[in-house]
């Protein structure tokens, strides 16, 4: 009788090894995994408007709220009218490290003065 309860015994945890190795194996990946990988691929836009005060081929100065703000510009920068030296701007862009990194420049005409009123009119 002894023989045989050590043998159910036995056999119990060879059986029970391999579930228990098999259950392990099937988890999901952590969820805290795939929200950050989805944070990173969707990086913060943000925005500001302006007057460029500079411009060239990789840079951007913008005068925004009395402060200059530097933006670098690459191949990927989107330009919507024709940004110049002057011309009111509104810049998407994303932080990278300390840099900020226009993503699109669209410009605006400079707002118009009133013209004064034709005198005379009767």
Do not use: I
């Not at 259950?23 to 990988?37: G, L």
């Not at 005068?63 to 919507?80: R, W």
């Not at 009218?81 to 669209?106: E, L």
């Amino acid at each position: 009788m002894k023989k045989m309860l050590q043998a159910a015994v036995v056999a119990a945890a060879v059986l029970a090894v391999p579930s228990m190795s098999l259950a392990a194996q099937t988890t999901k990946p952590a969820p805290a995994a795939k929200t950050s990988a989805k944070k990173a691929a969707t990086a913060a836009t943000h925005s500001a408007k302006g007057v460029v005060k500079s411009m060239d081929a990789t840079s951007l100065v913008v005068t925004e709220k009395g402060k200059d703000v530097s933006y670098v510009l690459d191949a990927s920068t989107k330009k919507e009218g024709d940004p110049a030296v002057g011309s009111n701007v509104t810049v998407m862009y994303k932080t990278d490290g300390t840099q900020h990194v226009a993503t699109d420049v669209k410009a605006s005409a400079p707002k118009a003065h009133k013209a004064a009123k034709p005198a005379g009119k009767k």
